[in-house]
């Protein structure tokens, strides 16, 4: 373990990752590393190949249902400010992959710039928003339709830039996932500030009225299945505060998951296999989690 010695990261052993996702579910990973810079994160990649230690990267953990044992190597967390940071230029805004969704979205308002209205009130950084490309359901574009290039970290340590036409962007997925992106440069449009300001307020309260934030959960746990909303078949099955353990089924919204108390990953699996089978049963339909699950 040199290379631990070389980095300027911070590094934290055994590092339990309910700590770091909106689930407040999931075990340990043997290192929970912060990246100084992009010169650190460089070697700390080199450093984690040469010695075939698996690593991966969280954002803000709001997609993320880690199992209960943990996982074996490195997690890496863009958390210190160098990933951070947001910079306007005319039209286009550069941010850090560390950066969050939300800051993102008010920085970009204050400024007049419009068009990332559609994702007030998601919680997550801008790195997990481009994996997921975030954003409402099936039928609309999502975050990544506003991106004109992504810098990235490939797997051996060397920097990218993949313009647009390399990206591809579909729903909850993208082509990115096979690497660390380090930052993304979106192109907005000006428009009237009050009207954004009433935009992003209009979201927020859509998403406060319809969506279960009154305990932990991941979001939607299941995509939609095209031209359906997985929520109303979950409901239409009677499955509303369904409960395993601590992990419930939302009695405001049915495609969330809770965790009301101390829910295990595991819990949360079962529930997700339950659902899956009531709705195959009765409708003929396979879920497909929208959560990414480490195990
Ligand atoms: P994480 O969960 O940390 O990571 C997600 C994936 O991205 C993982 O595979 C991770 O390895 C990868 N990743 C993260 N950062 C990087 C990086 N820098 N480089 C490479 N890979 C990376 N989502 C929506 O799309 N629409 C919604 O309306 C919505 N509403 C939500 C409401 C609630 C209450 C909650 C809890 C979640 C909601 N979500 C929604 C889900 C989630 O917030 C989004 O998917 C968000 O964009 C995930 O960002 P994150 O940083 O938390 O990602
Ligand atoms: N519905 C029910 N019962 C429920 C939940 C929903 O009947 O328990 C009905 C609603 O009444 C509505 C329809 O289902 O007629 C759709 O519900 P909603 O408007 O809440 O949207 P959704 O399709 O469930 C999608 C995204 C959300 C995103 C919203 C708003 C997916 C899986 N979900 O939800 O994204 O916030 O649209 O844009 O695509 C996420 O990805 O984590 C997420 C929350």
Same mark, same amino acid.
């Given at each position: 373990m040199n290379w631990l010695r070389l980095l300027k990261a911070k590094v934290k052993f055994k590092e339990p990752l309910k700590k770091h996702t909106s689930f407040k579910v999931g075990g340990a990973c043997d290192y929970f590393i912060e990246p100084r810079d992009v010169d650190d994160l460089k070697l700390l990649i080199k450093s984690l190949k040469k010695d075939k230690i698996p690593f991966r990267v969280l954002g803000l953990g709001s997609n993320t249902l880690v199992c209960d044992k943990g996982v074996r190597g490195a997690v890496i967390h863009l958390g210190s400010p160098c990933f951070k940071r947001i910079s306007v230029q005319n039209n286009f805004v550069d941010a850090g992959a560390g950066s969050y969704l939300n800051k993102l979205i008010r920085l970009a308002a204050k400024q007049g710039l419009a068009g990332l209205e559609f994702l007030s009130g998601i919680p997550g950084t801008v790195g997990g928003a481009l994996i997921m490309n975030a954003g409402r359901t099936r039928e609309f574009p999502g975050?990544? &339709?506003?991106?004109e290039s992504v810098t990235i970290v490939d797997y051996r340590g060397s920097i990218r830039i993949l313009k647009k036409k390399d990206l591809k962007f579909g729903y909850r997925k993208s082509?990115?996932?096979k690497y660390i992106i380090l930052s993304v440069r979106i192109k907005l449009i000006k428009k009237n500030k009050t009207k954004i300001q009433g935009d992003i307020s209009r979201y927020i309260r859509y998403r406060k009225n319809s969506q279960d934030l009154s305990h932990p959960s991941a979001g939607c746990i299941f995509k939609n299945p095209p031209a359906s909303s997985a929520g109303r078949l979950i409901d239409l099955c009677g499955l509303?505060?369904?409960?395993i353990g601590d992990a419930v089924v939302s009695g405001?919204?049915?495609n969330f998951i809770v965790n009301? &108390?101390?829910?295990k990953a595991l819990d949360i699996l079962r529930l997700m296999n339950l659902i899956r089978k009531e709705v195959k049963k009765k409708f003929n339909l396979n879920l497909e989690p929208e959560v990414e699950i480490w195990q």
């Open positions: 975050f990544g &339709g506003l991106v082509n990115l996932s509303k505060e369904r409960r405001k919204h049915a009301d &108390g101390d829910a």
